[in-house]
């Protein structure tokens, strides 16, 4: 069984940064590809930013050249750093862990709260 715990989130004026972490308690980190995904009210959930198990990094066009997503799997954490931030920003951040072997693993955290606003 695997457990995602962010951390992070809060209260940002427009144009600042923010860096949001997902620890990852369980087995195998390294096998998963670890994804950030962000739900706004009244929206649908929104794929922001992937690192896969493989070393490749995907990113929504929404926040390409702003976002970077970052793992560090000595440390069993992914990590989102968000800049140029924007009040259409805001959301609910969750950070994801899935794998597809044999099985699909496919394990969500309880999300964080981004607000973007002066």
């Known amino acids: 069984q695997v457990q995602l715990v962010e951390s992070g989130g809060g209260l940002v004026q427009p144009g600042g940064s923010l860096s949001l972490s997902c620890a990852f308690f369980g087995r195998f980190f390294d096998v998963y590809s670890m994804k950030w995904y962000r739900q706004a009210p009244g929206k649908q959930r929104e794929q922001v930013a992937t690192?896969?198990?493989?070393?490749?990094?995907i990113y929504g066009d929404s926040v390409k050249g702003r976002f970077t997503i970052s793992r560090d799997n000595a440390k069993n954490t992914v990590y989102l750093q968000m800049n140029s931030l924007k009040p259409e920003d805001t959301a609910v951040y969750y950070c994801?862990?899935?794998?597809?072997?044999?099985?699909?693993?496919?394990?969500w955290g309880q999300g964080t709260q981004v607000t973007v606003s002066s």
């Open positions: 690192f896969t198990s493989d070393n490749r990094t």
């Open positions: 994801n862990a899935f794998a597809a072997i044999n099985i699909v693993y496919d394990y």
